[in-house]
């Protein structure tokens, strides 16, 4: 079964860094899955933020983030981290990741964000930015 544990959230105030983690198992880099960090933050819907493919090198990013946060994975570990940079009070959210596995149909990761068919999902990891 596929698994993932996301980790690293915690207080930082505006303009600081922080790097969250997302540890899988179930499968490798070496498989063809798409890989992506949401974002739900209070009262709001739930939003794509980044994401990454196992089988290309493109990585996508929403337009609130471009710039500052960079997606990028570690294939000896299993990991795929979210480097949020000259983070802002709006980025305060529980930030989760989720995994869909391509079938014979390859489109980019992100648009099985906008298609909303990420099918596997973490436990959410918090993050609270202080203005």
């Known amino acids: 079964d596929v698994q993932l544990q996301a980790s690293g959230g915690g207080l930082v105030q505006a303009g600081g860094s922080l790097r969250l983690s997302c540890a899988f198992s179930g499968f490798t880099f070496d498989d063809s899955y798409a890989i992506a960090w949401f974002r739900q933050a209070p009262g709001k819907e739930r939003e794509g933020v980044s994401c990454l493919s196992t089988n290309v090198a493109n990585t996508y990013y929403a337009d609130s983030v471009k710039g500052r946060f960079t997606i990028f994975s570690d294939i000896a570990k299993s990991t795929v981290y979210l480097q949020m940079k000259s983070v802002q009070p709006e980025d305060t959210a529980v930030y989760y990741c989720?995994?869909?596995?391509?079938?014979?149909?390859?489109?980019?990761?992100?648009?099985?964000?906008?298609?909303?068919?990420?099918?596997?999902w973490g436990q959410g990891t918090l993050v609270t930015v202080s203005s």
């Open positions: 989720a995994v869909r596995k391509y079938g014979r149909y390859v489109p980019s990761c992100w648009e099985f964000v906008e298609e909303d068919r990420y099918n596997t």
